[in-house]
Nanobody
């Protein structure tokens, strides 16, 4: 069983930065693709960014390209999301997600919720104007 715990959310002003972290338990993190999703009030959970377990491939939704950076440290079992130039429309609960281990597919990543098998509880990000 994999457990994911997010942290780093908070209340910031437009233009500020935040760095989210997601610590994973278990030994499968290093061969799992990871992703960040977010859910705003009254809206569906949406994809934000994904990274392959090798770190060689990343993918972002258009709305955050150039502002957010996904990265990972497999030695620390930790996933990050650096969020710069935050906007009020970035306000949401941010969730990290992990795929099942794919040791033979180092470049696998997914922008679909169905591509992930484990989810964290989320961390709130609020951006005021």
């Amino acid at each position: 069983q994999v457990q994911l715990v997010e942290s780093g959310g908070g209340l910031v002003q437009a233009g500020d930065s935040l760095r989210l972290s997601c610590v994973a338990s278990g030994r499968t993190f290093s061969t799992s693709a990871m992703g960040w999703f977010r859910q705003a009030p009254g809206k569906e959970r949406e994809f934000v960014a994904s990274i392959s377990w090798s770190g060689k491939r990343t993918y972002y939704v258009d709305a955050v390209k150039g502002r957010f950076t996904i990265s990972r440290n497999n030695a620390l079992n930790t996933l990050y999301l650096q969020m710069d130039s935050l906007k009020p429309e970035d306000t949401a609960i941010y969730y990290c997600a992990a795929s099942k281990p794919r040791p033979f597919t180092s470049t696998y990543y997914s922008k679909d919720k169905d591509g992930y098998d484990y989810w964290g509880q989320g961390t709130q990000v609020t951006v005021s104007s």
